[in-house]
């Protein structure tokens, strides 16, 4: 089966720092890789997509970048604020049904 | 607000009670899946729909789960003869599908505790 690893463990830094994710997959490369962001009681909100063939995608202080070597997908918010404290999300897509990891908790302290 | 609703957002019951619970999509989104949450955990895949069709349903998925999506606009998730494990956060996701590419946009989720 197909599976999405992120670190079950929360990631804490300070303010202006640059946090970095990791999302790890299984077998073959999805078509691409999906980051959400999921506050405590609420959905997840879509952030950024990054296909196959592309090495980096970037939007305003966030960027993602995507290993098939590794198989790994890291995701980067630099210039860290207390208000980027959330719960980030990887997904798989390219097929009908994406696959989401458990998620990595950030903590920006100020 | 992603423009996905779901109702009602809390919902507490008792062991082997039905619930429902509702979604509206964004209007013009072709697909609707329905995830389950629970803590610690991310979504995890339950069934979607294309348009009013459901064309899969995950294989975890117990006989007491039903989804409709009658003409293809909101869509019911009915739970029959809750379990305590059925105690999750139930979420909604719309997209519109272009090519392979499938954004999803998330409802506010509706949490279910079984009592």
């Known amino acids: 089966s197909q599976k999405i690893e992120q670190n079950s463990e929360a990631l804490n830094i300070q303010e202006g720092k640059t946090a970095t994710l990791t999302c790890n997959y299984t077998?073959?490369?999805?078509?691409?890789l999906q980051w959400y962001r999921q506050d405590p009681g609420r959905g997840p909100v879509f952030l950024l997509l990054?296909?196959?063939?592309?090495k980096e995608k970037r939007k305003e202080r966030l960027k993602v970048t995507f290993d098939t070597t590794l198989k790994q997908s890291l995701f980067h918010i630099t210039a860290s604020q207390p208000a980027d404290s959330a719960t980030y999300l990887c997904?798989?897509?390219?097929?009908?049904?994406?696959?989401f990891g458990r998620g990595t908790s950030l903590i920006v302290h100020p | 607000d992603t423009g996905v609703s779901q109702n009602p957002r809390h919902k507490i019951t008792k062991r082997g009670q039905n619930v429902t619970f509702r979604c509206d999509p964004i209007?013009?989104?072709?697909?609707l899946y329905w995830y389950r949450q629970t803590l610690g955990q991310g979504p995890e895949f339950l069934t979607y729909?294309?348009?009013?069709?459901?064309?899969?349903k995950s294989r975890l998925l117990s006989d007491r789960f039903s989804a409709e999506r009658p003409k293809g606009s909101f869509s019911t998730l009915e739970i029959q003869r809750t379990e305590q494990g059925d105690s999750a956060m139930y979420l909604c996701?719309?997209?519109?599908?272009?090519?392979?590419?499938?954004?999803?946009?998330f409802g506010p989720g509706t949490r279910l505790t079984v009592l």
């Open positions: 729909f294309q348009n009013e069709a459901q064309l899969e």
């Open positions: 996701a719309s997209s519109l599908v272009q090519g392979a590419i499938n954004e999803q946009f």
């Open positions: 209007s013009e989104h072709n697909r």
């Open positions: 997904a798989r897509g390219g097929s009908y049904i994406p696959t």
């Open positions: 990054i296909r196959e063939n592309e």
């Open positions: 077998n073959y490369s999805p078509a691409y």
